[in-house]
């Protein structure tokens, strides 16, 4: 088991990023650093996009695996409370990262208000 894990999680570090990566191809930070404060900000917001769709992955990738946990669990009690806390905490996480890409409105707006 600990053999299929490993290569699962092997696999997974080398596909994730993929889907991360394309998403944020667009946006491009600049070579020579921020002049002002507003290109500061758009460094900061860059990092932070690419970030949350970080969190954004990780969170299904790990509501998959609790639901493939629950599924190769057999009715095992052990297994299913595992199943069970892996869900807990990838919900929690992606409540979490929702909640943090709201915040960064509200900074962002109070940093630039006059």
């Known amino acids: 088991m600990k053999k299929f894990t490993l290569k699962t999680y092997t696999w997974l570090m080398g596909v994730l990023p993929a889907p991360v990566l394309a998403a944020s191809t667009t946006q491009r930070v600049p070579t020579d650093g921020p002049k002002n404060l507003n290109q500061f900000i758009g460094i900061i917001e860059n990092v932070a996009k690419v970030l949350y769709n970080v969190l954004i992955a ?22 299913l409370a595992t199943a069970k806390r892996v869900l807990i905490y990838a919900i929690v996480a992606l409540v979490i990262g929702v909640l943090a890409g709201g915040v960064h409105s509200l900074v962002k707006d109070a940093v630039l208000s006059p």
């Open 58 to 79: 990780l969170g299904v990738v790990f509501i998959l695996y609790a639901a493939f946990l629950y599924m190769i669990s057999q009715g095992d009690e052990t297994r």
